[in-house]
């Protein structure tokens, strides 16, 4: 048996675990660091991971952050943003309401193949000397407490090992090995199921027809290259494109309106979709002989009691919490998790008490992930109306773009000073925020919403461009202050238009948020 001494010790080399192994070592150049990856490397192409679609956080924090930017480009495919078809029960997609860009947005996002990806992160890791380990199974562990250090036993090729380590990072996906380990798991009140698999095949959505008029909205006319959803009340589904020229493909349920019973395997999945998705069953149907693999999910969200200790160890990636994917927010609360967890490091090795710094980069994280979860939790009875979602979509991208977008483009996520100083604009938006969630379930119930031959193009509107366009923006503290300040106001303005458009269809609706009306925000797009 083998015996070492490292600093960090992180359990799991996926893509949460190799990002913060690739971060650390950026900020600790000499940190000594040993990641442990049960799977074996490489991983095949297309293999089977969640979260394939990234947004803007997660994007920017693998292109910048980690300096990844030219794999990305050149492994990966440049996402044309999240699109939405209100076609429950549809077979003409074209004749249904569709939400999205007719051109690429200013900041790049990524459809990620996870299987070249963390074949790439691990490859990378060695190349920064990062010591990550393959085939390595974690036997066993021990969390040291009040300074004491950690214990981990593993198993791979060479033997047995025992390393002992100052800090115990778990990444360790859906194993939790320290959530399990101290009985931290939260139900989040979100309850929602999910099918996933992969065609070894193109599902092109631009060719499901031919009618010229929907083709040219949109150009290029590569709808493929969006996270394509496909709306219903109670589900979603997906389509993201694969750098290796596979598809992958989802179903996503509200737990009480869609069992899991009735798609549990790829026959009866087929058969749904052919129900609730003509179209997508009919491509998917003529590709059947590539199917990949297969897997479901049941009541995949959750939360943990903690992540962050004084003792040295912390969670990250699905380890510690899980929202949705819905609006792919996966990698985005990895980069926001592995940022804290880095400033905690730092701060234990400048020789602070890092007690309260766990503390606070606790609570503004779980800040963060009630905030985004209350866009999903609750929200699901809503997402085939092809009225309310679409302004349900642009509020919560306002939402995004906005408040948490600028925090971490900004590198301010840590800056307690700033957060404290801003909080009571931050909390009025947060507040803001639960409002509209709860404006959408009530609009929702008063209104069907019903799908018609439309294109909802969010580049007409200019302020949500600009809004993307200036997130790359370097700001000075004053500069980042003011830019919060205008963004609740904005915020505020977007809340009132969206009020006002509900009011008209029920007039028990509430009136406008903050007196100001604002309705020229979304034009005649809305």
């Known amino acids: 048996m083998s015996d070492t ?29 040993l990641v442990l990856e049960r799977h074996r490397h490489p991983l095949p192409a297309a293999a089977h991971k969640v979260g394939e679609s990234t947004v803007e956080i997660g994007a920017d924090y693998f292109d910048h952050t980690l300096g990844l930017r030219e794999h990305m480009d050149s492994a990966h495919i440049r996402k044309f943003g999240l699109r939405y078809f209100f076609s429950d029960g549809r077979d003409d997609v074209e004749n249904t309401t569709e939400l999205g860009v007719s051109r690429l947005l200013p900041v790049p996002s990524y459809q990620i193949d996870r299987g070249i990806f963390e074949t790439f992160l691990g490859e990378e890791a060695r190349r920064r000397g990062i010591a990550f380990r393959d085939g390595a199974a974690v036997k066993r562990f021990n969390v040291g407490a009040h300074g004491a ?20 990072l778990d990444a360790s996906g859906r194993a939790a090995l320290l959530r399990r380990r101290f009985e931290l798991t939260v139900d989040n009140g979100h309850h929602a199921n999910a099918v996933w698999f992969r065609m070894d095949a193109k599902l092109d959505i631009d060719r499901w027809s031919d009618d010229a008029d929907w083709r040219g909205r949109v150009s290029p006319p590569e709808r493929w290259r969006s996270t394509n959803h496909l709306m219903g009340p109670g589900y979603w589904t997906w389509l993201i494109p694969l750098g290796s020229g596979a598809h992958s493909v989802g179903i996503v349920t509200d737990a009480a309106m869609h069992p899991l019973e009735g798609m549990r395997d790829f026959e009866l999945a087929l058969k749904w979709l052919h129900t609730r ?18 897997r479901f ?5 959750h939360s943990s009691r903690q992540l962050f200790s004084a003792d040295r160890w912390a969670l990250t990636g699905e380890a510690g919490s899980f929202l949705d994917p819905f609006y792919s927010p996966g990698s985005d609360f990895i980069a926001i998790a592995n940022t804290y967890i880095v400033a905690l490091v730092g701060h234990d090795r400048a020789g602070r008490n890092i007690a309260p710094y766990a503390h606070f980069y606790e609570k503004l994280f779980f800040s963060f992930y009630e905030s985004t979860l209350s866009l999903f939790r609750g929200q699901y009875p809503l997402f085939g109306n092809a009225q309310v979602l679409p302004a349900k979509v642009i509020w919560d991208y306002a939402y995004y773009w906005g408040v948490l977008c600028q925090l971490m483009f900004q590198r301010r996520l840590t800056d307690l000073h700033l957060l404290g100083e801003m909080r009571p604009e931050l909390e009025r938006a947060q ?78 609706l509430h009136a406008p948020l903050s007196g100001q009306s604002r309705p020229a925000l979304f034009r005649a797009t809305l």
């Open 149 to 168: 250090a950690h214990e981990v036993h593993y198993v791979d090729a060479d033997g047995e090992h025992h390393v002992t380590a100052r800090w115990l």
């Open 277 to 294: 998705q003509p179209a997508m069953g009919r491509a998917i149907a003529a590709e059947r002989d590539s199917l990949l693999d297969f």
């Open 431 to 508: 507040a803001l925020n639960a409002r509209m969630q709860q404006l959408f379930r009530h609009w929702h119930a008063a209104h069907a919403g019903r799908s018609r031959r439309e294109m909802l193009d969010q580049c007409t509107l200019a302020w949500f461009s600009e809004l993307n366009g200036g997130l790359h923006d370097v700001l000075d503290d004053a500069g980042i202050r003011a830019r919060l300040r205008d963004h609740v106001r904005m915020l505020e303005g977007v809340a009132d238009a969206i009020t006002l458009q509900a009011a008209a269809t029920d007039a028990r």
């Open 297 to 301: 999910l049941r009541d995949y969200s």
């Open 5 to 33: 001494t490292h600093e960090a010790v992180i359990l799991g080399g996926g893509l949460a675990g190799l990002c913060l192994a690739l971060q650390l070592r950026g900020e600790f150049p000499e940190m000594d660091i």
